[in-house]
């Protein structure tokens, strides 16, 4: 269970008078259990993405501690904190620019198993087993996907390359945000049921934007 506790971010303001600042988030406590599904709900700048790159370790909080199970993973090697908080992969809300146009699919998800795998310690063949493995998580053809750009891609094969890149490193935990805030319910409902059916297979917890 990954846990935060007493997060506060304060964001200096640009341009403002000298020490002026926006408190984003004020004391937040938060619990995700291992194959959880929690939603962050609340109005527009209350602090939600703040939140969901604070989880996945994008930004850092102002204070506040990150708990794995009870223990301070500030407390840990640079390593094995390193390591835990690959775990937690935050989900990019415009797969457009997530994903870089002059690579091909084949190109993006090489690069990441192939570090995770070094990182990790995995056998040769590792690789060669895992990315048919998370392209069928995903629901999409290799043979289809791997040669093409991402321009080449769909709209709803796009946001599915994302979720297969972040699968590439096993997470625990996957930050959605608004990653599915996409303007075509069809695929928003397809891609949510996708990220269900992960929580329900594999046990990842998954924290999305609300309902
Ligand atoms: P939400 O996702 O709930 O709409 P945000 O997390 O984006 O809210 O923003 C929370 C507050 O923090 C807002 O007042 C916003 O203006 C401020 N904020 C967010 N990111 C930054 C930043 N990088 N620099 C300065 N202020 C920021
Ligand atoms: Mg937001």
Redesign the pocket.
Known sequence: MVRRVGIEKT?R??GGKRGES?H?LRGVDLDIPDGSAISII?E????????GRIIAGIEQPTSGTILCDDTDITKWNAGRRREFLRGIQMIHQDPYSALNPVRTIDEILMDVLRLHARESGKDSHWVDRHLPAILDLVGLDPGYVLPRYPHQLSGGMRPRIVIARALAVEPTVLVADEAVSLNDVSLRLGILGLLERLRNDLGISVVLPPP
């Open positions: 964001y303001v640009r926006v984003a609340g527009s700048g209350c602090g939600k993405s703040t939140l």
